[in-house]
Each structure stands twice: as C-alpha cells, then as structure tokens.
C-alpha cells in the first residue's frame, strides 16, 4: 500500500522536491537572505497541505524557524522530527557539471545543492507523514522543526528549545541527516562527532613588503602559519595540543571489533576519492579515524598574492580556519581553549597571533537499545529485509547532544544519504531509490515505534 502510493505519486513528490532546492536557501551569505526565507514558508505550506493541523514560523534573530504539528491524541506518543532547510553555499560553482539551484536527475541521481544535506531527507518526512495522513495509519502524535540555521552552527536554536520546551514535547526525535553504508548495506547512525572551529590570523609587519627588499630579515606570516600549522600533528598523525585527548573515552577492544566489522572496502574508499592511499592516526582503521577519533583539519588558508601572474611580496597578514572534530567525551569549548591556549603560546615573538572562535558543538552517542531505535531496525528489517548496521558517523549535528540536555529526549539518526552523495561539494546529489526507500522506512518506523 505504501509502495504503490509512493510509485504512483513519485512524480509529483520530485516536482516538489525540486521547487523547494530551486530556492537557494544558503544561510551562511546574507545575499540570499529573502530566499532562506522563501524556503521556509514553502516548508510551511508543504507541511500543511501534508496534513498538518498548525504550523507557523518562529522569529528568531536569525534565519526563522519552522514549526508544525499534528496532534491526534495527546495520550499516544510524539514523534518530533527535525531537519534543516538551509544549504551550503554552491561555491566553487565552476565545478558543477549543471547549475546547483537547477536540480536535474542524472542516473537516477538529483545534482542540486541540498539534494541530500538536508532537503531531499527532509523532505521524505514530509511525504511520509502525508502518506500516513491520506491512508488514515498515522498512528501517533507529530511535530516537526525545521530550522534554517544548520549549517552555520545554530545557534538561534538553543534560544528557541530552552523557550519552548513545552511546545517541543515529544518522545522521541527522529532525524534524517546522516548517512547509510550503501543501499546493499542499510545503517543507523548511533554516533556522530562534535565540532569546534575557529580561526587565526598571524600578523608580521604593519604592511606588505617587498620580498627581496626585506626577505630574510622580517617574520612571513605564511611561512610562520605554515609552520605552526604543521606542528599541530606529531610523526604519528596525533593532534599536538597538550589536554587534546584527555577527555577522550577510548572504546572498548569489543567496540572497535563491532565498529570494524561494517562492510568497508578501502580500495573502492582510495579509487572514489582517487587517493594512492589514505593518512591518518598511527594505529587506528579508516571507519575509526572518521568515526571515534578527534581530529584537527585546516578548511580554508588564506594571505598574500593569489592573483594572475607573480607580485613579490611579504605579506602582513596570513590567515586560516580550522576545524576539530571531536568526540565522547570531548568538550567544544575546552578544546577551543585549548587550541587557543597552545596556538599563542608556540607562536614567535617575531608575529602577533589572534584566535576567534567560530562555533561549535558536543559530540553525540544515541541508544540502540531504546524503543525508538528497535522500531528503527524493524522498519529496516521489514522495507531492506536486513538488519541495519549501527554506525558511528565523523560529520556533527550539534542540536543532537541539545536535544538530550535541555528536553532529556534520545535521538534516533535514520539517515538515506550516502558518503559519495558529495554533500558540501560541488555536484551534490541524493538517489531517487534512497529517496523513495527512505519514505517507505519512516512510515514503517511510525507503525512499529507505535505499537
Ligand atoms: N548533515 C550534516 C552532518 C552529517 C553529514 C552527519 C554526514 C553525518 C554524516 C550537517 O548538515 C553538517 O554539515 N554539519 C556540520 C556542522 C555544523 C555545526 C556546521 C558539519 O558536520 O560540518
Ligand atoms: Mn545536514
Ligand atoms: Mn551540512
């Protein structure tokens, strides 16, 4: 029943999926603030017309909220789904083999910017709920948040759960924003990384300079960050921030045989990404290093001349943003601390040196032996005919650990994405096969979470 009515409405699910990723909902670029919003109230209207009873939008002092809900019953369960609506910005958009706000499907794939991360997941939930709604089986109560802050860290939300715990009362929270092993091999994620991340800026001289006039004699602040960048791993591909791993709960030997038993093929993971091999911390797996170890990145570097041609110059300044993942039991702000701490005080006295926080998050481990988790995995069972594989996941969903601390609620992760989907990259997509299985597996989650 639920298979047919999603072969026989596919067409028009895509359609509306495709006007909502033709709205270039980036959060991070005020330029296109209007469309963020225009995002939202499609959502709004999308939610009502699947059969929501209320849904508004919240104000916040960002990028507003949507809220709805369905209440049938007060005395069943609530399920309280969230996803964003918001985007990455589609940059470098020379690389796009078709315009990143222009879906199209190719090989049975959608290339748009938020095809996967978060629209096409969200989206699911959406239809699922109208599927439950048009053949009278929704079986619980509903509430979904969709806010449009996620990819810049958030952080209007806290504001809004801590206000309205009431209003977001539920049993249990239930996001599609992570990732599968394969659709051979359907996963749950029960873990995910937290996030700090933050930026430097290294100042030499008062101006730029001529490279010949004063080279050698006056600190680059390239070649300095450079260096001290390097330094931030040792030999062993370990962070070097004295205090970094200390509050890092290391798993126990029968955990990371678990973790290591998921289907993982390190030559397909080389060919895919055309690497000649990977690199990472001595001792540890690829599925570890991405899923249980904290680690430190440099996203973005920047200083000097990087026009046409040459220009000889010592710059004034060099800068670079960073990232940490991190993990259980890691704190966001101890560690920016931390870096903070340790970037100052290696640093030359030849340069200044300025650390500014950018945003972070707390790492999250979910149940796997909740209510809500084993109606995932019978969802799965019965759509896949498989047990899903619990994984832990290296990207970070910050309101995951919020959930937990400010409404004591778990979190189940039931992700359709893949790794190679290229989220945050050029060419972003999402199967239309992930697409449709992912609806038909949350309309069996409602039915066995409640049973
Ligand atoms: N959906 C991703 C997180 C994700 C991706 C989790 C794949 C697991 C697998 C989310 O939209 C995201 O990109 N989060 C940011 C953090 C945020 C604070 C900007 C991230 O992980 O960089
Ligand atoms: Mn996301
Ligand atoms: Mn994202």
């Given at each position: 029943?639920?298979k ?174 992570t990732s599968l092993i394969s659709l051979e091999h359907p996963s749950i994620t029960v ?67 678990a973790?290591?038993k998921a289907p993982f ?103 796997t032996?909740?209510?809500?988790y084993l109606a995932a995995e019978k969802a799965f069972e019965e759509v896949w005919g498989k047990k899903p594989i619990p994984t ?20 189940v992760l039931m992700g359709f994405g893949l ?12 199967g239309?096969k992930n697409?449709t299985i992912g609806?038909e597996t949350i309309v069996a989650f409602?039915?066995h979470?409640?049973?």
């Amino acid at each position: 029943m639920v298979k047919e009515y999603i072969a026989q409405h596919q067409e028009r699910f895509l359609q509306e999926l495709f006007d909502l990723l033709r709205i270039p909902s980036v959060s991070a670029d005020s330029k296109f603030k209007t469309d963020v919003r225009k995002a939202a109230e499609y959502v709004k209207v999308k939610l009502l017309e699947a059969g929501a009873t209320k849904v508004e939008l919240v104000e916040t002092k960002g990028h507003p909220i949507v809220f709805g809900e369905k209440i049938i019953d007060p005395a069943l369960p609530t399920v309280l789904v969230y996803g964003h609506y918001d985007v990455q910005p589609a940059d470098p958009l020379h690389l796009w083999i078709s315009p990143a706000f222009e879906p199209v499907v190719k090989d049975g794939k959608i290339y748009a910017r938020g095809a996967c991360d978060d629209k096409g997941q969200f989206y699911m939930h959406i239809k699922a709920f109208e599927i439950m709604n048009k053949q009278n089986t929704l079986p619980c109560n509903v509430k979904f948040m969709i806010e449009g802050e996620e990819e810049v860290g958030s952080d209007n939300l806290p504001i809004f759960v801590k206000e309205y715990k009431e209003k977001l009362k539920a049993d249990i929270i239930l996001i599609s924003d992570t990732s599968l092993i394969s659709l051979e091999h359907p996963s749950i994620t029960v873990g995910l990384r937290g996030l700090s991340y933050l930026e430097v800026e290294v100042t030499g001289p008062n101006r730029d300079l001529h490279s010949g006039v004063y080279g050698g004699a006056v600190a680059n602040p390239i070649n300095v960050l450079a260096q001290l960048i390097a330094s931030l791993h040792d030999e062993n591909g370990k962070v070097n921030i004295p205090g970094f791993y200390d509050a890092v709960v290391n798993p126990t030997e029968e955990e990371r045989e678990a973790l290591n038993k998921a289907p993982f093929n390190l030559e397909h993971y080389k060919k895919d990404l055309d690497i000649a091999d990977v690199k990472g911390e001595k001792g540890y797996t690829t599925i570890e290093r991405t899923g249980i170890r904290p680690t430190l990145d440099v996203n973005g570097i920047w200083g000097g001349y990087t026009g046409e041609g040459a220009k000889t110059v010592l710059p004034s300044k060099a800068s670079a943003k960073i990232s940490m993942r991190l993990v259980p039991n890691q704190d966001s702000a101890t560690i920016t601390e931390l870096f903070t701490k340790h970037f100052q005080a290696i640093a030359p006295s030849s340069v200044k040196v300025k650390v500014t926080p950018h945003h972070g998050g707390q790492p999250a481990v979910t149940s796997t032996t909740s209510k809500a988790y084993l109606a995932a995995e019978k969802a799965f069972e019965e759509v896949w005919g498989k047990k899903p594989i619990p994984t832990r996941d290296g990207g970070s969903i910050p309101i995951v650990s919020l959930f937990k601390k400010e409404l004591g609620l778990e979190t189940v992760l039931m992700g359709f994405g893949l790794d190679s989907d290229a989220i945050h990259s050029p060419n972003e997509h999402y199967g239309i096969k992930n697409f449709t299985i992912g609806i038909e597996t949350i309309v069996a989650f409602y039915k066995h979470f409640a049973k």
